[in-house]
């Protein structure tokens, strides 16, 4: 469920205090157990006659309803003080994802500073700007409609690993050696200029050579993309992994409505917007400390598995306790009904609800 930790755990010590005392006369266990199943599917079968379904309502009212599910997660944590302003960014993002049931379409990125009604929602993918070498400050920093090229290739010229040996004859043929090895880079950097691309992710790094070659071109670059935030970008702007750059088509590149990079607080974000796919979100969370940034986050995490939770079975009920008391009163007027000592049993179930 994601939330509802602090209730299942009141709720079961309830139970077994109420059933504490039946035990000490001597009452025997599967006697309670078989009454407080009873109860328990009396309970259920009351549920989803009170629960109210979200099916075939219009997306303002199923906003409001899943806003209210959210807000009541929210209350008792640290960032209750604005659960109306949390709450509605919470149900937009798990909007935006639409079916998936991949926890991880919703990124939730900390930047420590500023004020929480600073925190923002992105309906694509946000990212903390990777290391750059020189070269990038001339790069472009926004683009419309851009095409982006998503690459799990080393585009920097590197030295042999381990103990690479070459035998020369001639020294003459060390210099063809050298451009052998500068023609593969600008090889590579050439073809993924020939795609069309605009915006170049690599989990694996770009180097200073490679970064400027972009830049001169109007392109923007960025290695050592996190393998995670790779994923999320393919999946929101349409694109795939790529392991090679040679015969790059149009159907492996992704696009989206606005790509820019940001500074938010003391960080800068690249930023995809408007993304065609519309399978992921990512929230950005300001604030003051690191500790509180921490908390807010799981508390966020906590709303998004509820509001989830509410999608997928289609129903919510009344909180604020509500729900548990009007359980507990049909369960003692249908105890009446009962003789035995199980009318006992089920009104003790009722009790502990209360």
């Not at 755990?9 to 139970?15: G, I, M």
């Not at 807000?71 to 709450?87: D, P």
């Not at 991949?102 to 992105?122: A, E, Q, T």
């Not at 200029?193 to 915006?199: D, F």
Request: with cysteine; aromatic share 6%; glycine share 8%.
């Amino acid at each position: 469920v994601g939330d509802g930790t602090t209730t299942v755990v009141l709720l079961a010590a309830e139970f077994l205090r109420e059933a504490k005392p039946f035990i000490e006369d001597g009452v025997h266990s599967q006697n309670l157990i078989r009454s407080y199943r009873t109860a328990c599917s009396l309970a259920i079968e009351k549920i989803k006659e009170l629960a109210v379904s979200i099916e075939g309502k219009s997306i303002e009212e199923k906003k409001t309803l899943l806003g209210k599910c959210a807000a009541t997660t929210l209350s008792s944590k640290l960032i209750g003080g604005e659960k109306e302003f949390f709450a509605s960014m919470v149900v937009d993002a798990v909007i935006a994802i639409g079916t998936d049931d991949r926890l991880n379409m919703i990124g939730i990125k900390k930047v420590p500073g500023g004020n929480m009604r600073d925190s923002f929602l992105v309906n694509g993918v946000a990212f903390k700007k990777t290391f750059s070498y020189a070269g990038f400050e001339q790069q472009p920093k926004k683009f419309l409609n851009p095409k982006i090229l998503l690459l799990n290739v080393e585009l920097e010229l590197k030295s042999e690993k381990e103990n690479a040996e070459i035998r020369l004859s001639d020294p003459s043929q060390y210099q063809s050696i050298v451009d052998a090895e500068w023609n593969i880079i600008y090889d590579k950097l050439d073809k993924c200029v020939q795609s069309g691309a605009k915006v170049v992710l690599s989990r694996l790094a770009i180097g200073d050579l490679a970064t400027q070659y972009f830049a001169d071109r109007d392109i923007f670059c960025a290695g050592r993309v996190a393998e995670e935030d790779l994923k999320r970008v393919a999946a929101a702007t349409g694109g795939t992994v790529q392991t090679s750059v040679n015969n790059i088509i149009d159907e492996v590149l992704g696009t989206c409505e606005i790509f820019e990079e940001k500074q938010v607080g003391n960080e800068r974000f690249n930023i995809f917007n408007g993304c065609p796919s519309g399978q992921t979100a990512t929230i950005v969370l300001r604030g003051g400390a690191d500790q509180f940034i921490e908390e807010a986050e799981r508390s966020l995490h906590d709303a998004i598995m509820i509001v989830r939770r509410a999608m997928k079975n289609s129903t919510v009920v009344a909180g604020g306790g509500a729900i548990d008391m009007e359980i507990s009163r049909y369960l003692r007027q249908h105890a009446r009904t009962i003789a035995g000592k199980s009318q006992l049993f089920i009104n003790s179930y009722a009790k502990a609800l209360e």
